[in-house]
């Protein structure tokens, strides 16, 4: 694809990746930057966008997926996530099981696959309500469900035979 046409495509693609953006990010300056991004990744690959069908459907893909991942990023991570002071009536070797326990579906939670991380985490770190995670994923809520509960069965399965 020629400088000319692939400005052209941009400039056509570049307002649904904002707005597939923020689907996911609140904040238009990071939906900006994701859409930014997608545009330079296209142009790395400029010479080989002729491979694809359709290079919307490649760069919202690509827009979705960046979007995720800066939504995976900004999450608290589940030993800050939880109040100081519920562990001060707990012996040392109590807290010290706990936080191992929190590191370890800590590790489970990241080999996840994606689409299950993502649910899980905007469900149980961040508190979306179901319908909530549908809309932000573009799935049905009953999808929503059937991947927090494998992602759920997934750590409990590698938790208790660990």
Do not use: C
Request: net charge negative.
């Amino acid at each position: 694809m020629e400088q000319k046409e692939f400005e052209i495509e941009v400039g056509r693609i570049r307002p649904r990746l904002h707005h597939e953006a923020m689907r996911y990010v609140s904040d238009a300056a990071d939906a900006e930057d994701i859409a930014q991004e997608v545009v330079l990744k296209l142009w790395v690959m400029h010479d080989r966008l002729e491979e694809y069908r359709s290079t919307e459907a490649l760069a919202v893909v690509m827009a979705r997926r960046l979007s995720l991942n800066k939504m995976r990023k900004a999450t608290v991570p589940l030993a800050e996530a939880r109040p100081a002071d519920t562990a001060t009536d707990q012996t040392p070797e109590a807290s010290l099981i706990e936080q191992e326990d929190e590191e370890r579906v800590a590790r489970l939670i990241d080999a996840l696959p994606d689409t299950q991380q993502a649910v899980l985490r905007m469900k149980h770190t961040e508190g979306m309500e179901v319908g909530e995670i549908a809309r932000l994923t573009g799935s049905s809520p009953e999808a929503v469900r059937q991947n927090l509960s494998r992602a759920r069965r997934n750590i409990l399965k590698h938790f208790v035979n660990e």
